[in-house]
């Protein structure tokens, strides 16, 4: 991660307070930024309109100010690009890669229970714990699709992995860090984990998956550095990029910062909360050295 056209990024949601473990990844980004002369970006992934707030966001770049970390430009803001993800969705759409989806969350966990029932055994689920998407409309004509839209009822478009798949070479990607078993170097990507997951919402033309495939490329981004708990996600997203014609950056998935019960720290947690550390007097300084970073970040 040396080269001189580095281009790193932090991407929170501001659907909440930033918390240790943001702090560390947006650290471990700048820090590597700074040190290989490349570029620092902060991109705010407010599509959930309904969580992310401008108070939120401001929040976000006031801790961040905190730390000492400065953006090398004007922070996206994925609000305002909607426009960008639903050109990648009608591309994928136009194959014939996403169909509209119409099971509900309460329908897919009923017919699990019932395959689970009448089966005797489970019903397949994602890397994240979730069954996969049951896929009962994958095959509706598209008379019958047009029909169900048309009366208003309440779909999500989704990606036909399976066709998808068929599309394009055996996808890998180069992995500077690890994943949560300790796998690096070139990992081969596995989609079909995923099943036939979300790419748009019938009020918001995307996803998390789609949006952040779109914008590390036309943020020219080179080394997505996240946390290990996206480390499975990067197979759908390899597959988007493939799929879209889009660059593969390097990935480099770092450990977690955990709470003192072993478990993921969460935006809910008010102790962890850089606002609280900060209230109580913590300096950007102590910050690093509790999340194992050196207490001066690389001049
Ligand atoms: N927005 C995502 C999050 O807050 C991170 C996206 C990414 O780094 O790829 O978890």
Same mark, same amino acid.
């Given at each position: 991660m040396s080269c001189n056209a580095a281009v790193f990024r932090f991407a929170p949601s501001p659907n909440g307070e930033l918390h240790l473990g943001h702090a560390y990844s947006a650290m471990v980004n700048h820090d590597l930024a700074r040190s290989s002369g490349g570029t620092f970006l902060l991109r705010h992934e407010d599509i959930d309109t309904a969580r992310c707030t401008p108070a939120f966001e401001r929040q976000v770049e006031e801790d961040l100010g905190f730390l000492g970390i400065e953006w090398d430009e004007p922070p996206r803001r994925q609000s305002a690009h909607m426009h960008d993800y639903a050109a990648a969705l009608e591309a994928l759409a136009a194959e014939d890669l996403v169909y509209p989806g119409f099971m509900t969350r309460g329908e897919i966990k009923a017919y699990v229970e019932r395959y689970e029932e009448d089966e005797g055994k489970p019903w397949p689920r994602d890397p994240d714990g979730a069954p996969l998407?049951?896929?009962?409309?994958?095959?509706? !004509?598209s008379q019958e699709r047009e029909r169900r839209m048309s009366e208003g009822e309440r779909f999500a478009w989704r990606l036909d992995v399976e066709r998808a798949i068929e599309m394009v070479p055996a996808l890998t990607w180069e992995e500077h860090g690890a994943s949560p078993l300790g796998e690096s170097g070139t990992i081969v990507a596995r989609?079909?984990?995923?099943?036939?997951?979300?790419?748009?919402r019938m009020d918001i033309p995307t996803s998390y998956h789609l949006s952040v495939v779109v914008d590390d490329a036309i943020q020219n981004v080179s080394d997505v550095v996240r946390?290990?708990?996206l480390f499975y996600a990067t197979s759908i997203h390899r597959l988007l990029q493939a799929l879209l014609g889009l660059p593969d950056p390097r990935y480099h998935h770092h450990e977690l910062i955990l709470g003192d019960d072993g478990r993921k720290l969460s935006k !809910?947690?008010?102790?962890?909360s850089l606002r609280s550390l900060r209230e109580a007097g913590m300096t950007a300084e102590d910050i690093r050295r509790m999340v194992g970073l050196p207490g001066r970040p690389p001049a």
């Open positions: 998407y049951p896929g009962l409309d994958r095959h509706a !004509s989609p079909l984990e995923w099943g036939d997951v979300v790419l748009g946390g290990r708990d !809910s947690a008010q102790d962890t």
